[in-house]
């Protein structure tokens, strides 16, 4: 039974900085493709940023040059470091694995997701 856990997520400052984790159980996120999605209240999940088995990284414009997804594989875990936050990234952060919906290039759906962590920017 595949099981992502996010944790990392907290309350900071603008221009702070945190690094969220997620933990897989029964995946290897060395060998998927596996993104980081956010959602704010009222507004729809968005897509942040993924990466793929190759180590291949993509980022949402909003984010590009202040966060970095990255994997690693000795720990089965997935992390986001997010740097220069800004308060319009106050939102619920959830990595996902196994992508079941693609739309071009980008996964925009996947089969498991993890329960969330909050992260609060203040101006």
């Known amino acids: 039974q595949v099981q992502l856990v996010e944790s990392g997520g907290g309350s900071v400052q603008a221009g702070g900085s945190l690094r969220l984790s997620c933990g897989a159980s029964g995946y290897t996120v060395s060998s998927h493709y596996m993104g980081w999605f956010r959602q704010a209240p009222g507004k729809e999940r968005a897509r942040v940023a993924t990466i793929d088995s190759l180590g291949n990284t993509r980022y949402i414009d909003s984010v590009k040059g202040r966060f970095t997804v990255s994997k690693d594989n000795a720990q089965n875990t997935l992390y986001l470091q997010m740097n220069s936050l800004k308060p319009e990234d106050t939102a619920m952060y959830y990595c996902?694995?196994?992508?079941?919906?693609?739309?071009?290039?980008?996964?925009?759906?996947?089969?498991?997701w993890g329960q969330g962590t909050q992260v609060t920017v203040s101006s």
């Open positions: 996902a694995a196994e992508p079941t919906v693609w739309l071009g290039s980008y996964a925009t759906n996947f089969r498991y």
